[in-house]
């Protein structure tokens, strides 16, 4: 994961992109050719042949392996027909961007996407609060294990270090007006540690490490979560779609963050794709 320093002076880790799966543009000519009653004048001789047939799993096969079609060509770029772009689809595997980027992608309504949830993956972050309760320098403590857990896109230990402590002030408020706070911070099984590693920290981290992770948690405590809290997702668009987030969020205008995942998306888009919704594709 490349890091780099923005205009505003902290230092970020950039998102990475693997793109999961593609349908293929063979289908978007299929619906294309259906429209204009067309198939024989495709260039592809697996569209032509649906004129005559149905489809065999081996032309379907064909058909998702095609690689250009002068009708997408014409209607994307000639006729700005881009409703037919909408039987592609294509699947990116998104890792290490932030909970901001996550509010920015919430505005493009036309897509499928999956989130690492908060509410079932933030024990590690409440097993080191508890388990620097017994330690001499609690709040050092509690840095030292969530700056290792690599939980931010920002990079700059610094700055880290200001995140960090905001989220263990936030949980030390909370905990002194919780009457039951560990009833929700750990799992009932893990209850019993808390009794075994008295000033014991680190024996403590460990054991609640490996105890059983208690489910939900984050009900009780997500609020410590900032904008910098590191996401991973899984993102479905249609292609049509795909062009309208390309030209909103590939722009010197879109917010520096997920400008960086439109980058990393389009450099995991294949080519074929790119030349039906983008002018110059690199």
């Known amino acids: 994961m490349s890091e780099v320093v923005n205009h505003y002076g902290i230092r970020y880790k950039k998102p990475v992109v693997t793109l999961l799966s593609q349908t293929g543009i063979g289908v978007s000519e299929v619906a294309a050719r259906t429209c204009y009653d067309s198939f024989a004048n495709s260039e592809n001789e697996v569209v032509r042949r649906f004129e005559e047939e149905l489809p065999t799993k081996e032309a379907l096969k064909e058909l998702n392996a095609i690689d250009g079609s002068q009708l997408l060509d014409d209607l ?17 595997l ?83 007006r919780m009457e039951e706070f560990y009833t929700q911070a750990v799992a009932k099984s893990s209850l019993e540690l808390l009794d075994e590693f008295r000033a014991q920290s680190e024996a403590l981290f460990e054991a609640l490490q490996k105890g059983k992770k208690k489910r939900n948690v984050g009900d009780a405590f ?12 899984v993102v479905t668009f249609n292609l049509r779609s ?19 995942l439109a980058e990393a998306m389009k450099k995991a888009t294949p080519k074929k794709y790119l030349k039906l919704i983008i002018k110059e594709p690199t």
């Open 242 to 260: 795909l062009k309208n987030y390309f030209t909103l969020r590939d722009s010197g205008a879109a917010y520096f963050q997920i400008r960086w």
């Open 94 to 176: 998104i890792r290490g961007t932030s909970r901001g980027v996550l509010q920015e992608h919430a505005r493009h309504r036309i897509q499928a996407i999956s989130v690492r949830s908060t509410r079932y993956t933030m024990s590690s972050v409440i097993n080191a609060f508890v388990a620097a309760q017994e330690d001499l320098n609690p709040q050092e403590f509690f840095f030292q294990k969530v700056n290792e857990l690599d939980l931010l896109v920002t990079a700059d230990e610094a700055y880290n270090r200001i995140e960090i402590d905001a989220m263990f002030q936030k949980l030390q408020f909370q905990k002194e």
């Open 76 to 92: 994307a770029w000639t006729y700005f027909h881009h409703s037919i772009l909408e039987h592609t689809n294509l699947s990116y």
């Open 222 to 233: 997500k609020h410590i979560v900032t904008d910098n809290w590191k996401v991973d997702m």
